[in-house]
């Protein structure tokens, strides 16, 4: 079978604080059943800032601050979907580096593709439970690095 990508660009935040970091559960798409970061698409004439300060907003009820650009990565994953054509998706993230500002996340919103936000502790996140979002973050908050290679799952399970 022939792959057809599906190519999907968004932008996401670190957020950490004593060894957890703050996390949605996805409901939609490839990591479905797994932690994610929060984050996602940008709209119809909306920042790249912008566009992760409201998604943080509607995924975890919590008002964050940027500090930096932590870098980009792409993921492939196999994702096959009822009534499209594709085989994968090419996940394009930019990842930024943001602290916590003001907000509840017990309070967090649930929204169409999340069923809401928590701390996570670090030991706790594995290839099994995360998205490689999360994967690159931890690599990131050890190494202060986001590597360059594209990173190409041969096998992935969606979780529902």
Known sequence: MKEIWHRHHGVYG????????L??????GPYSGR???????????????EALLREFREETGLVVKIHSNAGFR??????IRSGYEHT?????ALFYKVSYVDGD?????????????????????????SSPLVLEALNWMN???????????????IKN
Not at 14 to 21: A, F, G, N
Not at 23 to 28: D, F, T
Not at 35 to 49: C, I, K, R, W
């Open 14 to 21: 670190i957020c950490s604080d004593d060894q957890k970091l």
């Open 88 to 92: 994968h998706c090419h996940h394009i």
């Open 35 to 49: 932690f994610d970061l929060p984050g996602g698409s940008l709209e119809p004439n909306e920042s790249v800032a």
């Open 23 to 28: 996390l949605i559960h996805k409901n939609g």
């Open 143 to 157: 190494t202060n690095i986001i590597s360059s290679e594209v990173t190409i799952y041969k096998s992935w399970e």
């Open 74 to 79: 792409d993921f492939v994953v196999p994702w």
């Open 105 to 129: 996340v017990t309070r967090s919103p649930n929204i169409d593709d999340s069923l809401g936000a928590e701390w996570v502790d670090i030991g706790l996140l594995n290839q099994d439970n």
